[in-house]
């Protein structure tokens, strides 16, 4: 896989069908439902402790306004990624462009996906921090791989958004 | 000397009204530190290294207090910082 800025676009190049797959369960992998504990970090309360009208107030007003910002940024990158979709040769490689307005709405899903998956899986902050592990073994080794490979390309956003 | 009493509960509730509220910001082990640094330059418009000490802090110590004033203001920079996921609290300065 190569990934390089180019003009307005993020270029994600040479993907083989398995980068290719995880990009595609971003929007997937970013849904909380079936999974309370994803749901509450997602949308955490305001406040420590027992301010419950301010948690309620929050619950009314502002949840279903994140509800909004974080479905939008799936939705985007959702389009984006309808590239990767068609008639693909099973084993070819493929390229992904992401416009450079999209960058923000690419590091929402991103974050989105990567707190799902590490809350469902209840990830150690040693396991988030062993990026060398390896061979991927099992379902749990998959998704923390997937939480790596997501990082990764928010780096990259970030770095470019950051010249 | 009827209307003392009157006078010093309007003063208390000033008082409470004028309390500062802190914005805190809680370690997550998921979110990056540069994604973080970033949040911290956006919604508070900290330049780079005073958005990385408090990021540091996060990491290092736990939580770190980003901001302080009224409510108001604390609640939407709380309600900004989720926007980006990260785990933020508003306490009331005691």
Not at chain 1, 76 to 103: C, F, M, W
Request: hydrophobic share 40%; aromatic share 8%.
């Amino acid at each position: 896989m190569e990934i390089c800025r180019r003009k307005n676009q993020i270029e994600i190049s040479e993907l083989d069908p398995f980068l290719a797959e995880l990009l595609r369960q971003i929007p997937a992998s970013a849904k909380t439902e079936g999974a309370p504990a994803a749901e509450q970090r997602i949308f955490s309360p305001p406040v420590n402790g027992k301010e419950t009208e301010l948690c309620a107030e929050w619950k009314m007003y502002v949840e279903p306004e994140l509800r909004r910002l974080f479905q939008t940024a799936t939705q985007t990158v959702g389009a984006d990624l309808e590239q990767l979709n068609g008639n693909e040769k099973s084993l070819a490689s493929r390229t992904l462009r992401i416009p450079t307005k999209h960058a923000d709405a690419w590091l929402c899903a991103l974050n989105q996906a990567r707190l799902v998956i590490a809350t469902k899986n209840n990830f150690t902050e040693l396991e988030l921090n062993d990026h060398l592990r390896s061979p991927i073994g099992s379902r749990r080794d998959l998704s923390l791989f997937q939480v790596n490979f997501y990082g990764f390309l928010q780096e990259f956003i970030l770095r470019e958004l950051d010249c | 000397m009827s209307s003392a009493p009157t006078i010093e509960k309007e003063t208390r509730a000033e008082e409470a009204l004028d309390l500062p509220w802190h914005v805190v910001v809680h370690n997550d082990p998921v979110n990056l530190m540069s994604y973080v640094t970033m949040v911290f330059q956006r919604v508070f418009g900290y330049p780079r290294d005073k958005a990385e000490r408090h990021m540091l802090e996060v990491h290092q110590q736990g939580r770190s207090i980003l901001w302080s004033g009224m409510r108001e203001r604390a609640e939407l920079y709380v309600q900004q910082l989720h926007g980006y996921l990260l785990l933020a609290t508003i306490e009331k300065v005691s």
